[in-house]
């Protein structure tokens, strides 16, 4: 009868660690969508203030004017 309960207790774990297992892995996938959707944005900005930057040194300084009201 001890061994059947402790049976039990072992097999209820193993599924419960199954299913804490089961949720790791779908969170794992969302958050690495997650990272793949951030890093997409991170290049599209960086290609941005790459584009921009440029635009800003082929206008070069701005003259007095500029300054006046």
Same mark, same amino acid.
């Given at each position: 009868?001890?061994?059947?309960?402790? *049976?039990?207790? +072992?097999?209820?774990?193993?599924?419960?660690?199954?299913?804490? @297992? $089961?949720? #790791?892995?779908?969170?794992?996938? !969302?958050?690495?969508?997650? *990272?793949?959707? +951030?890093?997409?944005?991170?290049?599209?900005?960086?290609?941005? @203030? $790459?584009? #921009?930057?440029?635009?800003?040194? !082929?206008?070069?300084?701005?003259?007095?004017?500029?300054?006046?009201?």
């Amino acid at each position: 009868m001890f061994n059947g309960y402790v *049976l039990l207790r +072992l097999n209820d774990e193993v599924i419960w660690l199954q299913s804490m @297992e $089961e949720e #790791y892995n779908r969170r794992h996938q !969302e958050e690495a969508k997650e *990272l793949e959707q +951030l890093l997409a944005k991170k290049s599209e900005f960086s290609a941005k @203030e $790459e584009k #921009y930057t440029k635009k800003i040194k !082929e206008l070069g300084p701005l003259t007095s004017d500029a300054f006046e009201s």
